[in-house]
């Protein structure tokens, strides 16, 4: 059989494989460069990146480890790849995976197995079943071992410190088996090269963006008061698959009236009321890319005078950060604008004493204090987005905003019913509450959070989420109402072509 016949008789075989590739759009070369940039940070020995496991309750969707998916793109439960670093280079590489079984693909659907797994990573492939013996021959040479994993957090109850993770229990089976082998936790020094998102990794976060924004758009258009929250959850939800998302990057928030003021309401069931704000807080994950886009939007279609206010002063603070937002800026400046607008806003509302006015934020004889602006925007400023919602972001080790940074704003000022009875009981406290209830009761149950995606390249910084977020695009899209979801824009979702 000469070798282009070959060939043409294994395509039928190989096109499915092809097609279900589980490599997101970025190439094989790109997620090598990553393994050598990590490699050389990490000190010589073994090196070992844990995979996320098959969920230990049947049936709940499986997601990749995000630092096992940076590093090799490879998206089945229950991998590993073990490499041996000698000096300047990677001496020795293997990925170890679920075998190929027909009778375990009845149920789990096509797996690569080590030859696909070879094929996809340029890296040799065996049966994670073989784990356990090589990690074992490793541990006997006496090299140290650097493993990326669950470490530190767990699932068990809070506090529970000596519950190990799997990931923890199979290193101190080795610790207790080779007495004085070195294993060091190294998931920070993958986290901080993921704080730099590369062009393929920021077009991925564009297209989340630009799914979340569509959301956005649906929910706007269609929410109307007498609607429970589930069903703008549904329809945002549903407008991300139809639009080629994985899935939701996090738990979607839709909170009215008084939900809209606690920060991760996510039980979504309440009939939402004419005069409610809503807050939507929603993100689609797009090849395992997060964005995450906050809208706030009066359930009348038209904000009262009240909620105007509130909302402007959010408004006001995340323009004040976007103007600071600059390549090469320290990231703080951002933060800083921010809080002064929140601060002097609520001074003018007088829901606080004055823009610098504190409260005892503990009790004693001298109690720590704390600003009383952050009573109503207890969060920060924003954070970074990739592989999590909440990713790791290049400011946060360098201070300033760099190429490859990709990061939301999203301040909010949130007057919950009980904000003034949070505080700690002091005199002091007792005195600022009498002063402040009667503000807070007018203002009750105002929640307003804008949050938008941002990315920097070369060219500087630039918003990513242009859903309607000033008061007049925000009523006139609720005002021109819905007609329903459309059918899936196939074109949008087979449009994307990976730079
Ligand atoms: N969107 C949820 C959060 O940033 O916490
Ligand atoms: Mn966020």
Known sequence: MNRRFAFAAVLPFLLPVLLACPLSAQSTQEFERRRMQFATRVPDGVIVVLGAREPAQDYLSFSQAPSFNYLTGFEEPDAALVMVKKGVQVA?????????????EVWTGVRLGVRGVTDLTSIRGRVVTELPAVLDSLARTGMAFNVVGQFGATDGPEGSADVRSPDEQMMDALQKKYAGLKVTPVNDLVEELRGTKSPAELALIRRAADITVRAQKEAIAALKDGMNEFEIQALIEYTFRRNGADR???ATIVGSGPNATTLHYNAND???????????????????????????????????PTQREVYTIVRDAQAAAERQAKLGAPSRLMNDSANAVIAAGLARLRLI??????????TGASPRQCPQYRMYYMHGLGHGIGLEVHDPEQYYYTAKLG???AFTLEPGIYVRERVLDEMPDTPRNREIAARLRPLVTFYRNIGVRIEDDYVVTEQGVEGISRAPREIAEIEALMKAGSTGPAPRDRAFVEGYKAP
Do not use: E, H
């Open 92 to 104: 020795w590489a293997m990925m170890f995976v679920q075998p190929k079984l027909p009778s375990r």
């Open 248 to 250: 939701p990057s996090f």
């Open 270 to 304: 309440r009939f939402i009321g004419i005069n409610d704000l809503v807050v939507m807080d929603i993100g689609a994950s797009y090849k395992g890319y997060a964005a995450d886009v906050t809208r706030t939007v009066p359930a009348s279609g038209k904000f009262s």
């Open 353 to 362: 004493d004055s823009p610098d006015a504190t409260y005892d934020c503990s």
């Open 403 to 405: 190429p490859g940074s």
